[in-house]
């Protein structure tokens, strides 16, 4: 008889633990980041309690040109965001191999799929160990926030991860609370590049096909 796992409710995990954060300095939070839209809330709601150190490392992202437009514009949300403390990004080394080498036989996969809890174990394994090595408080990403993203799966991989490498590990749903819709607001405040696939090769060869088959949906049945 397997053993009922009751849910849990990282959105209120997150809010009980910054409520013990100590009063007489600033503690630092290094934060995963996938892109700007991604970050734009979640930059919103937690400076006011953490330095940030905002860590972009993604392999998965191609090509090399979304990459660095990517980059780019989490880099403009910080200098026009209104933030309550300090935000600095740190640049994580770009080596796609490393994703595409995971990938192989998952090329399929859909998202959310096994290929995808390897990508996200492929960037938080990065993220924790860079945190540890910083020094960095609290240990998280912005992952979350997506409706697309296991929430589960992230926490407790960034747990795992976090007590491996020596770190603590903040655990966050950032959808949660309407912080996905503030996202899209935010984005749409500050004009953010919003890309219509996760990242990969073979989520934007999914987006590829989708586009296709509406497009010919819409031609087989017009009004």
């Known amino acids: 008889m397997a053993s009922f796992k009751p849910k849990v409710n990282y959105q209120i995990k ?4 910054i409520g013990t954060l100590p009063k007489d300095r600033v503690p630092v939070l290094f934060l995963h980041a996938c892109c700007a839209p991604c970050s734009s809330f979640v930059l919103e709601a937690l400076s006011r309690y953490f330095k940030i150190r905002l860590f972009f490392y993604n392999p998965n992202i191609f090509p090399k ?11 403009r949300l ?10 600095e990004v740190v640049d994580g080394e770009y080596h796609p191999e490393r994703f595409l080498e995971l990938a192989k036989g998952l ?7 096994e290929r995808c809890r390897r990508c996200i174990g492929l960037r ?16 998280t990403t912005t992952l979350s926030i997506s ?14 991860l976090c007590e491996k490498y020596g770190a603590s590990w903040l655990y966050s749903d950032f ?6 819709l503030r996202s899209i607001e935010l984005s749409k405040k500050y004009d953010l590049y919003r ?14 096909r989708e586009k296709e088959a509406a497009a010919q949906s819409s031609l087989n049945n017009p009004h």
């Open 175 to 180: 959808k949660k609370k309407g912080g996905y």
């Open 124 to 139: 938080l394994t990065e993220t924790v160990q860079q945190a540890a090595l910083s020094g960095a408080d609290f240990v």
């Open 65 to 75: 040109e979304e990459y660095l437009y990517r980059l780019s514009e989490v880099r």
């Open 147 to 160: 409706p697309h993203k296991d929430a589960v799966f992230i926490n407790e991989k960034g747990a795992e």
């Open 14 to 17: 997150m809010e009980q633990l």
């Open 78 to 87: 910080i200098s026009e965001l209104p933030l309550e403390n300090s935000v």
């Open 107 to 113: 090329e399929n996969e859909p998202e959310r799929g």
């Open 195 to 208: 890309q219509d696939f996760c990242g990969c090769v073979y989520s934007r060869e999914a987006r590829r």
